[in-house]
């Protein structure tokens, strides 16, 4: 096993784009909202004012989600996995996590090469 | 919004590396277990035999979760994001789902710029 394993610093390890994975489930009862991706200063706004922030990769730039819809996603707890590529906030959702509208952006479920809408 | 927001189609949507992202999940208390890739034949498995396959991307390979350490994810649910470019499974674990024998790979919380075992 790396060092980073076992490591009490935090070392995010960004991609060739200069991204890490991040997750954002529901504090209050787990579901999965969204997620997306942040660079090295999504993560440190996410830390400073404890309100998501990620990169767009299709607009190149920095976000706040919420920023227009006031459906901001307030950070409860943060954690990094093993290899420090990837993010867990648990959040408190104000509003809906999805851009369509919905709470959460997984609301297909996949039954064959068919998606269901429960 | 997109046409594939609302399609009843599966449809997912690889990276240029031919990749989506996958979360873990524990079906029964909805922790967040792993995150790592699935190519399409990865997905298909993972369709296929109701157990977790992923894309390694350092071992350039497919593989079973659990293959050689038996601790593999039986998936309960199979969800997809609103763009088609992330999977979430629930899953049932057999054994730590984190290759350091944790139960989960996000065991670390963040405090400012240190990580606790918390």
């Known amino acids: 096993m790396g060092e980073d394993e076992e490591s009490r610093a935090l070392n995010l390890k960004f991609d060739a784009n200069g991204l890490v994975t ?15 991706h942040m660079n090295a200063e999504a993560f440190q706004r996410t830390q400073e004012t404890g309100r998501a922030h990620f990169w767009s ?6 976000w706040m989600k ?4 006031g459906n901001v996603l307030t950070v409860i707890e943060l954690r990094v996995d093993c290899d420090q590529d990837a993010v867990w906030m648990k959040v408190k ?3 809906p996590a999805c851009h369509t509208g919905r709470r959460s952006c997984f609301y297909r479920r996949v039954d064959g090469d068919r998606l269901r809408f429960d």
């Open 22 to 36: 991040a997750v954002a489930t529901d504090a209050a009862d787990g579901g999965l909202l969204m997620l997306a």
């Open 57 to 62: 990769r299709s607009r190149g730039r920095l």
């Open 66 to 69: 919420g920023e227009t819809s």
């Open 93 to 95: 959702a104000y509003g």
